[in-house]
């Protein structure tokens, strides 16, 4: 768990980063800030697509707007997430509609089930303890499960700095970081690349026109991960790895 357990449950995170979770969900995520959860969500899914094709169900821990879970539900996956926020919870599972949102701390619950996939989008550098998160999820992951983690790219010390500034982060990862957090604990990584948005205000225009006219096809020949760009150098905002389930 986090230092700031009170703050999730009561919604105090959410409040304090300038998000309506009740405006999001209720409109369907097709406000401003919506439509940019939306992008960051279609874009790691189809990063990772092939990878989907062989699951059925899914965990995702540290639901937050339910932007992720719910959508995954929309195509066709069997989807369980956990969140500590209630309200939230009430309004993710007023959408899902054969899923479910559990109230709580994933450390804290003793799921029976067990999955295809895990899936963790900017949660891990909230936990205290992630390597005892990692080890409990092994027991809820199918043999050859996978795990999906997204957390801040923190190679350069400037990055690291700025997420330091987040009062919320309490973990700071380089791929390095995290592929050995991961092995240490019985995964084995398949994929694990860093990504930065793609800021030119230009290319930026240009997907929107084509958002507008219905062609995102047409941008995804140049960008299939929008708005991403894979990237080898120090300039990465996120780090994407799987990994898969070992086994005993």
Known sequence: MSIFNDEYQSGKFWHEQGYDLKELIDSNFTTKKGLQLFDNWYSTYLYYKK???????????????????INFERLGFDVTGIEPDKNACDLINSKLKHGKC???????????????????YHTLEHIKNPKELL??????????????????????????ERSKQNKYHLGFFTKQDLSQLLTSCGFEIIDISSLKHVTKLSYQRFFRILKNNRLEILGSLFFPYYPFVKTNKTDGFEIRCIAQNKGV
């Open 51 to 69: 990878y989907f094709r062989s699951i059925k169900t899914i965990l995702e821990i540290g639901v937050g707007s339910g932007i992720h879970v």
């Open 102 to 120: 559990i109230n709580g701390f994933f450390e804290n619950l003793q799921l029976e089930q067990k999955f295809d996939m895990i899936y963790m």
């Open 135 to 160: 080890e409990k999820c092994k027991n809820n992951l199918n043999d050859k499960g996978k795990i999906i983690i997204v957390v801040p790219d923190c190679t350069s010390p400037e990055k690291k």
